[in-house]
């Protein structure tokens, strides 16, 4: 099992967010700046944290993200109830760690369990666990 924190202000910029440019008379996907500097930020600290073998056997992934308050309204252990989707979150953070070798492939994640919360220190708890 692997479990850690890695204290941050979790990015918000998911992999879902593909703009269009016209190169040539055809239609090219790219992935903005906001984009690929979270997911240099994410690798940045999940890096810490690799094993020193990558999973081969399924595993579960529990993911909690947290959130700095903005308001008052926003209580520390308050579930976020707004964008972005834990799903768009996950995908990006899943595509890090396989680019990470934590695992050898996504796929491999056969159990998730993902939460986000407002919280005064902000980051993103990660448990591993065979099943």
């Known amino acids: ?10 990015p918000t910029a998911t992999s879902q967010e593909h703009q269009i440019m ?4 055809k239609p090219v996907f790219y992935k903005p700046e906001r984009v690929r500097a979270a997911k240099q930020k994410l690798l940045a600290h999940l890096a ?8 081969t056997c399924g595993v579960q992934l529990v993911t909690k993200w947290c959130f700095a308050p903005h308001n008052r ?32 492939d996504d796929a491999l994640v056969c159990s998730e369990i ?11 708890y990660i448990r591993i666990s065979e099943v």
């Open 73 to 104: 309204n926003q209580k520390s252990g308050t579930y976020r109830i707004t964008k972005p989707d834990t799903d768009n979150l996950q995908k990006m953070l899943k595509d890090c760690m396989t680019d990470c070798g934590f695992w050898q």
């Open 114 to 124: 993902v939460e986000k919360f407002w919280a005064d220190i902000p980051g993103i």
């Open 22 to 25: 016209v190169k040539n008379g």
């Open 48 to 55: 810490k944290h690799k094993p020193e073998q990558p999973y």
């Open 1 to 10: 099992m692997i479990e850690f924190f890695m204290p941050m202000d979790p």
